[in-house]
C-alpha cells in the first residue's frame, strides 16, 4: 500500500521571482538567501479558516516548505 503523502510535492508551486514556496492549502513560505546555498524561509501566509488539523500539522508544511524548495533549485540548474 502506498503511503498516503507518497506525491505531496505535487500540493506545492515554486515561485523564484518572488522567491516562495505555495502549498494548495494557503501556506505561502518566502525564502531568504542566509549565505552561499543556504536559505531562510519565513511564513507570510496561512490558510483562510485555518482548522486545528491543520494547526497541528503546521511542523510537517514548515519542513515540506523548505524541502520543495530545495529540489526546486536543484532541479534548476
Do not use: C, Y
Not at 45 to 63: L, R, V, Y
Amino acid at each position: 500500500m502506498p503511503h498516503q503523502n507518497r506525491n505531496w510535492q505535487r500540493r506545492w508551486t515554486v515561485d523564484f521571482e518572488t522567491q516562495t514556496a505555495t502549498h494548495e492549502d494557503g501556506w505561502v513560505f518566502q525564502f531568504s538567501k542566509v549565505s552561499d546555498g543556504v536559505f531562510d524561509g519565513s511564513l507570510i501566509s496561512q490558510p483562510k479558516n485555518i482548522t486545528i488539523e491543520q494547526i497541528k500539522n503546521a511542523p510537517i508544511i514548515a519542513k515540506e516548505a523548505g524541502e520543495v524548495w530545495m529540489r526546486a533549485r536543484k532541479n534548476r540548474h
